[in-house]
């Protein structure tokens, strides 16, 4: 996930726009789009990656590294958690039941690495303890509020720091793995 520095993924009014990605950054998240097997959506960002990613190889002065996402995103499995949208597209399946059952189940199939992306879907799956893995990319900014990307939980969760990269303008990478 994008997360500024005090732990928000999206600032008041759901603006994203402190998360705009250099050249470089951008082709590592293309790159782990073309490395993940499956992703799961919450509903909030399916909504704003589906309003964009499926044509933006066709719009005028799209470059090749967004031909690639496009492209990436489009050929990734996705299932989106939700209620209330009611069709999906672009190599994606709905989901409407309970998320914790799901990502359990899923988990539990022989498949390559899953990501989660969503504030409100990766808190249901912290909770659940079904995280093994956390990946943030934090941007030198300070948002004040917003939406939080951690929840609230009834445990602690204990890391281990396996990666740490540094981005264009101090954008931080660090990628942690649960201790089990």
């Known amino acids: 996930m994008n997360v500024s520095l005090d732990g928000y993924v999206a600032a008041p009014g759901d603006d994203l726009g402190w998360s705009v990605p250099s050249d470089e950054l951008f082709q590592w998240w293309s790159d782990r789009v073309g490395a993940t097997d499956l992703a799961l959506y919450g509903r909030r960002l399916w ?3 589906s309003s964009h990613w499926p044509t933006a190889d066709q719009q005028p002065g799209a470059t090749p590294a967004h031909i690639e996402f496009a492209r990436r995103w489009r050929d990734l499995p996705k299932v989106v958690f939700s209620s209330t949208t009611r069709t ?5 399946r709905l989901f409407t039941g ?3 059952t799901e990502i359990t189940r899923l988990k539990a199939e022989d ?3 899953m990501d989660i992306v969503g504030a409100t879907l990766a808190a249901a799956a912290m909770r659940a303890g079904l995280i093994d893995e956390y990946l943030l990319v934090t941007a030198p900014v300070l948002l004040g ?3 939080p990307f ?3 939980l009834d445990s602690w969760v204990n890391l281990n720091l396996v ?3 540094t981005f264009a303008g101090g954008v931080l990478l660090t990628r942690y793995e649960t201790r089990r």
């Open 88 to 92: 999906v597209d672009w190599n994606t």
């Open 145 to 147: 509020g917003g939406r």
């Open 47 to 49: 909504e704003e990656m």
């Open 150 to 152: 951690f929840t609230a």
């Open 163 to 165: 990666e740490t990269r």
């Open 98 to 100: 309970d998320a914790v």
């Open 111 to 113: 498949g390559g690495p």
